[in-house]
């Protein structure tokens, strides 16, 4: 059995949102090193370009991006372009569409029933933007979706205007919401990408928000320049000294005089069967990075 056993990982260290409308960063995109991009339909289009940015992205979608997962976060079914959204992009195929302001898991249903009428569509995931006071208060109940519901994306830059707040750098406003994202998305198997950070030129502030995110629990952040991919990457990747202890604890469990035990004491530390899951985890991330 390899280290990492079973456990199979796609990496979202650094998730890159781009403009739909933009068809050089969408070309550009191709040669950038971000684990999954985010091709936008929604807020970073004005709406007199909703339809050109539609095109673009389908036509990108079907062009590729070689191993980078591809995501389309459509506008809301409510809006004027969501429904034409939703069926041209899936008809494209990309690896998952993002709905924005996921409020209940209705809205998770929604879509899901509308891409019954898309049988190109059958392998398409679906994601959901965390973003809303409302969306924050029933963030487990859209988890628990199930379905084609594979992950969950917190949207800080929505929340924090719906909340009336202001940005704080430690983001004390709004780490119950972090924290519950978090919870909603292991509760049900899913995975979770926290939220943007504004300032492009601050990298000092972008590391201690990455490393912040970590802490919390996110699978890696969402990125708005090329120039914040190689922090976000670093971050959330596990380190040697990581990938060391992992292999060392999976060794121990793996002794035949241990293989039955549910703890075990390794260099003086009592290590419980659980750690050594989350090793093979740490190790199956690894595998999957070495691999990009």
Known sequence: MAPSGDIMIRPHRSVLYLPGSNARALEKAKALAADALILDLEDAVAPDAKDLARDQVCAAVAGGFGQREVVVRINSLDSDWGDRDLLSVAAA????????????????????????????????????????????????GIAAAGGRLAGLVVGSNDLVKEMGGRHMPDRANIAPALTMT???????????????????????????????????????????????????????????????????????????????????????????????????????????????
């Open 182 to 292: 978090v919870l909603a998305a292991r509760c049900h198997g899913l995975g979770v990408i926290d939220g943007v950070f504004n300032d492009i030129a601050d990298t000092a502030g972008f590391a201690a928000a990455c490393a912040q995110g970590k802490s919390f629990g996110f699978d890696g952040k969402t990125v708005i320049h090329p120039s914040q991919i190689d922090a976000a990457n670093a971050a959330f990747a596990p380190t040697p000294e990581d990938v060391d202890a992992a292999r060392k604890i999976i060794a121990a469990f793996d002794l035949p005089e241990n293989q039955d035990k549910g703890a075990i004491k390794l260099d003086g530390h009592m290590v419980e069967r659980l750690h050594a899951e989350a090793a093979r985890r740490i190790l199956a991330l690894a595998e999957a990075i070495a691999a990009l």
């Open 93 to 140: 195929k990309p690896d998952a569409i993002l709905i924005p302001k996921a409020g209940s898991a209705r809205d998770i249903h929604r879509v899901e029933q509308r891409l019954w009428h898309v049988p190109e569509a059958a392998d398409v995931a679906l994601w959901a933007m965390i973003e809303t006071a409302r969306g924050v208060l029933d963030v487990n």
